[in-house]
């Protein structure tokens, strides 16, 4: 028996009777519920105001980020452009790497929900940021995930590292999709606001590109995959638009539950729809369900739409039109499919037992009408509702703390000045829980998966072969610095962008493309706002600088419990291209006796730093000089020296500076080294301290076959590349060997560093 | 063996993944007339004395609090077994 609600709001209602609606509740402010009146030249249904509080909230609409996001698409060169088939404003970015294939990745975030169910809030972020992906026409082909967590000792960590790391395995083995990196950081600021950013990137042939437009009239508009249910109801507007207070979530559910084999059907479905050309535009639906579907579609192809809004098949035939606008269910997707199509388009879909129903079409209009059986119940231009929703300049104001912060510098805490006092310290930020092994959790994901995958966690970046005959490969990083950020966020934003590439730079690949997902606190803070400010700047320069362009991203606001925002963590992604991935260099040392060679050179910066964290608790000064052009030189070279087979190791220095360096690089594959420090110390005017510990740019560790060494340092020279042999790899000894400071057995270091995690989690 | 029987079960709105299969598995091999599948989870408190009312009290409290997860699962049924 029907349940279907039959009193609804009509647009005839709405004409007639001008009634108080709960606008605030939805999350919308007085002057947009007057702007709505205005575009509408009335009160909106029930069902409209539903779609434009949805659309226009914060996470839809980008209404406090849009005026800084654009130098993202301003500060480009026609170089940089080159190679963007799809930039900015697309599901995702798209660029073309060359034997007539491309690849889409992204990264979004998907934090609260991970807070309130973090099983299934972390993999239903994995479901929406791949049917992202394969928005785009592509076949998905990795993941990869950044993460940050709260304090390891607090009891609630265990919680949200459990369910997270369960949920992102679960759902991205189910899949079948290798997950190839990331990173994890505990810090006591995400402790009520963990972060969960996941990245998805996929590979398709230039002429499978697909956009999410409907652009010819007549089409028909289906809806298939799984059913609508009452999952995660005005999930994306009330979970992302407002801060977490005592109460929490009540009424229907505020989170969704995915189904990883109905997306694998899924996926498996759209690539065979797209392979037989059916689909002439296609949307996935995540956030805002199927009222950011059919207005996003019918806005990008500049027509209408008109959908039948009970022809939606419903796992729970009770939800009022409002719930099946907003509904959030997982591992749906939107086709726009030429009416000549759809019996072919049916026959693909039935093969894979997929649900589908035709919704509406597609009208030469600029309006979206949307009918409740014979009532009609929405009745809007779809670019207000889709693209045209509030700018905000938001106030910015410097805030009042940073200047003690910037004064608070490392330089006056107290040093080490015995050589075994050192090789403490160097131990205890080993087994620190945010340098230590990420085994734990790395291992709960399947990262072979599909046989192509050619470097994964623990080496610097990702990377997966894309041409089986070519052996043409993408390499992937993505890192962030919370620390660096809140000394300075507009440097901050840029060591992010530098490490990431760094770290695909060593890999042997070429840096190509960016995407970033941006954490921060609330926007109504000006001090947020000058931090959002200065870290978008920050990155659009930096990219600019490098000359790599950022294809896409997100933005997610509102991370802070009550008053206290998390550090500004803004995830930059790097897309590398090899072409080649038999020529990857991995992190690790391999053989006996080989040179290994500090390039770039070293200054005394400890703020900020991993050292400051663990040995003093300390966070104050000035993030490390950002040196875009040495790490320009850097990735040059290092890729150049690939090209040549004569890099056999190459680690990024990065948090904890050359001393966590040398160790994971020794650690990887079991290979010791004899390391002497003089020179640098030397050359770079330094203490111990600083040379072990500082976190200087634009520095690499390589090793190299002895046979290579004169014609190494040539390279490096002609390259303008400082360069500084600091040690010999020694596979016999078992140990590093830190020449007048001390030796640390491997044995020994590895069980302090594998240990940490699992016995705080395990 | 006097037992409290706790019934857990996914919230209604909510999809049930192991459901919906079980659900497509039945309607394969012909039983048309189960249109819909959910699965939840029974869970028995043993006691080796006769149950008291607190102890069912208390059963509510572990099972809201403890067996289930209240973001996705609802408390169904607390009963006592003698």
Redesign the interface.
């Known amino acids: 028996m029907s349940k279907r609600p039959t009193n609804v709001d009509t647009v005839s209602d709405a004409i007639a009777n001008d009634k108080e609606q709960p606008w605030k509740e939805l999350g919308l402010k007085q002057d947009e519920y007057q702007e709505i009146k205005t575009i509408l030249g009335r009160r909106p249904t029930s069902s409209e105001l539903a779609m434009y509080s949805v659309m226009w909230s914060e996470h839809c609409s980008y209404k406090s980020s849009k005026i800084y996001l654009r130098q993202f698409g301003e500060k480009v060169t026609p170089e940089m452009k080159k190679d963007l088939m799809v930039g900015m404003g697309e599901n995702a970015g798209v660029v073309d790497i060359g034997e007539g294939l491309a690849v889409t990745f992204k990264v979004e975030s998907h934090n609260h929900p991970s807070y309130?169910?973090p099983f299934?809030g972390a993999a239903t972020g994995v479901g929406g940021i791949v049917r992202d992906i394969l928005t785009m026409g592509a076949r998905p082909i990795a993941v990869m995930d950044q993460l940050r967590f709260g304090a390891p000792s607090d009891p609630d960590t265990a919680r949200v590292v459990h369910g997270v790391t369960s949920g992102i395995s679960f759902y991205g083995n189910c899949l079948g999709l290798p997950n190839i990196g990331g990173e994890t950081v505990f810090d006591k600021v995400y402790q009520g606001n963990p972060l969960v950013n996941a990245l998805a990137v996929g590979v398709m042939k230039h002429e499978d590109l697909k956009l999410a437009k409907a652009s010819n009239p007549g089409d028909l508009v289906i809806l298939f995959g799984?059913r609508t249910?009452?999952?995660g109801?005005g999930g994306v507007s009330v979970l992302a638009s407002e801060t977490f207070d005592s109460t929490g979530?009540t009424r229907?559910?505020a989170?969704?539950?995915?189904?990883p084999?109905?997306e694998k059907v899924l996926i498996e479905c759209c690539l065979e729809l797209f392979y037989a050309g059916v689909v002439a535009g296609i949307q996935d639906l995540g956030g805002a369900g199927i009222s950011c579907a059919t207005s996003e579609l019918a806005s990008n192809g500049g027509k209408g739409m008109k959908v039948q809004l009970q022809n939606v098949l419903l796992?729970?035939d009770s939800l009022t039109p409002e719930e099946i606008l907003m509904s959030e269910?997982?591992e749906r997707m939107m086709a726009i499919v030429p009416t000549k199509d759809l019996k072919a388009f049916e026959a693909i879909v039935t093969k894979w037992?997929v649900e589908y129903s035709v919704l509406g079409e597609v009208i030469d209009e600029d309006r979206l009408y949307i009918n409740w059986g014979e009532q009609e119940i929405v009745n809007v231009p779809p670019r207000t509702v889709a693209h045209d929703g509030p700018v905000y300049h938001r106030p910015v104001e410097y805030p009042k703390y940073q200047d003690a912060l910037n004064a608070n510098s490392s330089s006056s805490l107290p040093r080490a000045t015995t050589p075994a006092e050192l090789a403490k310290q160097i131990m205890a930020i080993v087994v620190s829980p945010n340098q230590a092994d990420k085994s734990w959790i790395t291992a709960q994901y399947d990262r072979y998966v599909m046989g192509n995958t050619a470097l994964s966690m623990p080496d610097d970046a990702g990377m997966i072969r894309v041409s089986e005959e070519t052996g043409l490969g993408i390499t992937l990083a993505t890192d962030a610095n919370g620390k660096y950020c809140q000394l300075d966020p507009y440097h901050g934003a840029q060591l992010a962008l530098a490490e990431a590439y760094r770290n695909v730079a060593v890999t042997g690949a070429k840096p190509k493309a960016v995407t970033n997902c941006l954490n921060f606190g609330s926007p109504e803070n000006p001090g947020v706002m000058w931090q959002f400010k200065q870290a978008t700047a920050g990155l659009a320069d930096a990219c600019l600088e490098l000359g790599i362009p950022v294809t896409g991203g997100n933005v997610s606001f509102y991370n802070q419990t009550g008053d206290v925002a998390i550090y500004p963590t803004p995830v930059v992604g790097v897309l590398g291209v090899i072409d080649n991935v038999a020529r990857r260099i991995p992190s690790g040392w391999q053989d006996e006796g080989n040179n290994i060679y500090l390039l770039g050179t070293t200054k005394d910066e400890l703020d900020g730093s991993a050292w400051a964290e663990t040995i003093h608790q300390h966070l104050g000064g000035k993030p490390p000089v950002v040196e875009l052009a040495a790490e320009k030189k850097l990735a040059d070279l290092i890729h150049g020296a690939a090209i040549q087979g004569m890099i056999e190791a190459a680690h990024d220095i990065s948090e904890g500076g050359l001393a966590i360096a040398v160790v994971e690089a020794a650690l990887r594959f079991n290979v010791g080294a004899r390391i002497w420090l003089d020179e640098v110390l030397e050359r770079d005017d330094l203490d111990l301290t600083a040379a072990l510990f500082s976190e200087s740019q634009a520095r690499v560790i390589v090793s190299v076959g002895r046979e290579d060494d004169v014609k190494f340092q040539s390279l490096c020279e002609a390259r303008g590349v400082p360069v500084l042999r600091i040690g010999v790899t020694d596979k016999a000894s078992g140990s590093i060997e830190i020449k007048e400071l001390a030796t640390f057995e491997l044995n020994e270091v590895r069980e302090g560093w594998a240990k940490t995690l699992p016995e705080l989690f395990g | 063996m006097p037992k409290i029987i706790v019934e857990i079960m996914p919230k209604q709105d909510l999809l049930d993944p192991p459901g919906k299969a079980v659900a497509n598995a039945l309607k394969r091999s012909g039983h048309n007339d189960i249109v819909n599948v959910r699965i939840g989870k029974r869970i028995e408190l043993h006691f080796d004395r006769p149950i008291t009312q607190a102890d069912l009290d208390n059963a509510g409290r572990v099972a809201a609090s403890f067996l289930s997860n209240d973001v996705i699962e609802d408390v169904v049924a607390i009963t006592k077994e003698d």
């Open positions: 309130i169910e299934q799984a249910g009452g999952d109801i979530p229907r559910p989170v969704q539950v995915g189904d084999f109905a796992r729970d269910s997982q037992e």
